[in-house]
């Protein structure tokens, strides 16, 4: 190291010695080099010496491009500058010729300091009185770059850019050193992966995208002049302003030196002054919010891909880090947003709910077995633009507060710190399958009437039956003797009470736990602990709140057999060198499932849940009618589900699946969580989900499920 160390700066002091270098021009002052600071040779030498021997170079920060799941329709990209890491015989060799005529003529001849330009430009200055010539070769201002970002401190990066002769003497040694280990074409393709071209345009990948909207391999030479004569000063050149005649003079600057060095013929050069600029500007999408206006409706996936990824110790130790790797990592992420599902939901939801409308109405669609999410749609655009937004619709709100209709920003569908919606009825689904588990039958019948009195103790208020909870069905004609195949296909309130003081309600709450439900409101978290959780008797009836994402994955869970997969928002990711992001050994986005119930008792489960869409049972009798007897007759395939309304019709929910597909639907306004839908949207989500699931298995074959073995049925 030492022998080399005497190399580099023996370069520098023999420059010196020899005259070569008699001064440099910073920030408008000529400073002797030989004379650094009172200094002679001898001390300069010294001083070069003592500066670091090698350029610490840190990757550049490069964007990260997020695709649907076919890998081409491009949803959003992420980034701090945006760049994208491009090899040198990926670029057009007209940006390359004329990045070297218009910055450093004598690249390919000197040794990283261009002693003849020092001396040239110093003498330029002298007789001007300032600045008038520059002498920083490319690859000094390649080093340049790589000081401001490398920087780990604010001290650091100024001093990797004020204009000081200490600077400009540690570039130079840098860019000696780094001419010694890397080669003429290494050190161009960094620099224009690095140089800025103005409009957020990092890297002349991004600089091709902005400005042509055309990848760098494909510029013409005109297109490679402007571009090259933006790197000296992006803002006094921009040729996307009125007056581009600062534009085209520097762009035939370029195309003059390009002539002078060889690089064209004067018949190119006569032809491209004469051009006009030709601009196709294109302004990158950069996050959430950026998305296309014709798929803005991808948002709300977008952000609860961002909740997702904020959750992945893979992509850092904390979630500022992971956040800042988004957009600084160059990821190729493949989402799993399928976008005709996604079209076919849409389209649905806002056939029967409006965007202003403040009930908002959406719906997740999970492919089982995998836990990849195809689909979050909801009649909201995703925009922070609220000016035109609705009234409160919470009367209690300050007079003018706007509403969250129809733009908003607030996850309604999943992710994020929303709680969710009482989600009904649907709730049930947990109660019998903790019966099932606990062994007990389909066939496990009760007397079920009108109004029930609990053993479950009512919480502080006023009593329903005195000191005890009685709740009561939502129709006389549900008194009698219920099954689970009949009372879960009617949604019998009193037979599910029974159903949860028989298995313990601590074990449905346990249920729903280990299926993916998390409790977000202070009220849900304490009744839900081991010292509440077995008196929570209205559980059952689904006054807890849950996201769309959550009970889709429920459902998923049961088409799965019992296989449970957490919900994944990608398909695949991949580092900016084209690797997998593995973490622990295992790849980032491979389904993460594991066997949650058991097959037996999953199967038993679904012959109930098709009692509630019409479909029928395998094994029992339904009790003669479902509550959403429509599903199966609109999506004429194997369908199973469960329906959800909560007290006073404030939610109305429809979770449904096949074998192929499940997806939640929902209707509530989520500003006002009092305001009632009402009894004539009771039935929108149950269409939705059927209509939905009909468009996206059209043309595919009809899976049948499976019927439980009688083990669990009599």
Not at 652 to 680: I, M
Request: with cysteine; aromatic share 8%; hydrophobic share 35%.
């Amino acid at each position: 190291m030492t022998s080399r160390r005497l190399t580099v700066a023996g370069r520098v002091a023999l420059l010196i010695r020899a005259g070569l270098i008699s001064g440099l021009v910073i920030s408008g002052l000529s400073y002797p080099l030989a004379a650094l600071a009172g200094m002679g040779v001898k001390a300069g030498t010294d001083a070069l010496q003592a500066m670091p021997e090698e350029l610490t170079e840190v990757p550049s920060a490069q964007t990260t491009y997020v695709y649907a799941n076919d890998g081409k329709t491009l949803l959003t990209m992420f980034y701090e500058e945006h760049r994208k890491q491009t090899a040198l015989k990926q670029m057009s060799p007209y940006i390359t010729k004329a990045i070297v005529a218009s910055e450093d003529s004598r690249f390919y001849e000197h040794n990283g300091v261009d002693a003849k330009g020092v001396a040239r430009a110093f003498v330029a200055n002298q007789k001007a009185g300032g600045v008038s010539q520059g002498a920083s070769t490319l690859t000094m201002q390649y080093v340049r770059m790589a000081l401001r970002d490398s920087a780990r401190t604010p001290k650091e990066a100024l001093e990797a850019t004020e204009q000081t002769a200490a600077r400009k003497l540690r570039e130079m040694r840098l860019a000696i050193e780094v001419e010694q280990r890397l080669t003429k074409g290494q050190i161009l393709e960094r620099y224009l992966n690095t140089a800025y071209f103005g409009h957020r345009a990092y890297g002349i990948f991004a600089a091709s995208q902005v400005f042509f909207s055309k990848p760098p391999k494909n510029l013409s030479l005109t297109e490679a002049a402007l571009l090259a004569g933006l790197v000296k000063a992006p803002s006094a050149y921009d040729p996307a302003t009125k007056d581009q005649r600062a534009a085209k003079q520097r762009r035939n600057y370029v195309i003059d030196q390009m002539l002078k060095m060889g690089s064209i013929t004067s018949e190119q050069a006569v032809s491209a002054k004469r051009a006009k600029i030709k601009l196709k500007l294109t302004a990158p999408p950069n996050d959430c919010v950026s998305i296309a206006r014709i798929h803005n409706d991808w948002g709300f996936f977008c952000d609860y891909f961002k909740s997702w990824w904020r959750e992945q110790p893979a992509f850092g130790r904390n979630t500022q880090e992971r956040e800042e790797n988004l957009r600084r990592g160059g990821y190729r992420v493949v989402t799993t947003i399928d976008p005709k599902i996604q079209g076919y939901a849409l389209e649905h939801i806002l056939k029967k709910e409006k965007r202003g409308s403040p009930f908002a109405h959406g719906q997740v669609v999970i492919q089982p077995g995998t836990g990849r999410v195809l689909s979050m749609a909801v009649n909201r655009r995703y925009s922070l633009d609220q000016k035109d937004n609705g009234r409160h619709s919470d009367w209690r709100t300050e007079s003018g507060t706007k509403g969250n209709y129809p733009n908003t920003v607030n996850p309604l569908l999943g992710g994020g710190n929303m709680a969710g919606y009482q989600a009904g009825s649907t709730f049930k689904i947990f109660t019998m399958l903790a019966a099932l588990e606990a062994g007990m039958p389909l066939s496990t019948s009760f007397y079920s009437p009108e109004r029930f009195y609990s053993q479950y103790i009512t919480a502080p208020g006023p009593a329903t039956c005195g000191t005890h909870w009685c709740p009561k069905n939502s129709s006389k004609s549900m008194t009698g003797r219920q099954n689970m195949w009949s009372g879960f296909g009617k949604s019998v309130n009193t037979y599910f009470v029974q159903l949860e003081q028989r298995v313990g309600a601590a074990k449905a709450v346990t249920m729903a736990e280990r299926l993916g439900l998390r409790w977000r409101t202070e009220v849900d978290k304490q009744l839900a602990t081991p010292d509440h959780a077995n008196g929570w008797g209205a559980f059952t009836l689904g006054v807890s709140d849950a996201t769309p994402v959550e009970m889709a994955n429920v459902f998923a869970t049961l088409a799965a057999e019992g296989k449970y997969c957490e919900p994944l928002p990608v398909m695949s990711i991949r580092n900016p060198d084209g690797s997998h992001a593995v973490h622990d050994g295992k790849l980032v986005a491979a389904p993460r499932c594991h066997r949650e119930l058991s097959v037996n008792v999953a199967r038993a489960a679904t012959d109930a849940a098709r009692c509630v869409t019409g479909y029928g049972s395998a094994r029992g009798s339904c009790g003669g009618w479902g509550t959403s007897e429509m599903v199966h007759a609109t999506l004429g395939r194997p369908v199973a589900g469960k329906s959800g309304t909560t007290d006073g019709n404030k939610t109305a929910w429809f979770s449904g699946y096949t074998p192929e597909l499940a997806a939640s639907a929902f209707v509530a306004d989520p500003d006002n969580p009092e305001h009632v839908v009402g009894t004539g949207r009771g039935t929108i989500s149950k269409f939705t989900v059927a209509q939905t699931l009909r468009d996206a298995l059209k043309g595919e074959p009809k899976k049948q499920f499976t019927p439980p073995t009688e083990k669990l049925t009599w």
